[in-house]
């Protein structure tokens, strides 16, 4: 059986709940947070609009990163 791969999405997940800097990066200016954070397009996307469904679906698997996590950083990063 082969482990989960990490994923851009999954490791910018991870470091918005452990790093407040960016967290407040992506808070203040979403568009230009986002165009430098290495995410695809689609992953950009996901998060600008908060879709939780797809950004679970996109990280289903990922090591180190539970729905409750993604939950909770998405909502306080961006707000909703």
């Known amino acids: 059986m082969t482990s989960p791969k990490p994923s851009a ?3 910018y997940i991870i470091k918005l709940s452990k790093d407040p800097g960016l967290a ?3 808070r203040q200016d979403p568009k230009t947070a986002l165009a430098s954070s290495g ?3 689609e ?3 996901l998060v600008s609009t908060g ?3 797809g950004i679970r ?3 289903s698997g990922h090591p180190g990163v539970t729905g409750d996590t993604i939950v909770v950083v998405v909502i ?3 707000g909703l």
């Open 51 to 53: 879709n939780i469904n």
């Open 76 to 78: 306080a990063v961006i």
């Open 24 to 26: 407040e990066k992506l």
């Open 39 to 41: 995410l695809s397009i």
């Open 9 to 11: 999405l999954g490791d």
């Open 43 to 45: 992953d950009q996307k």
């Open 57 to 59: 679906k996109a990280l």
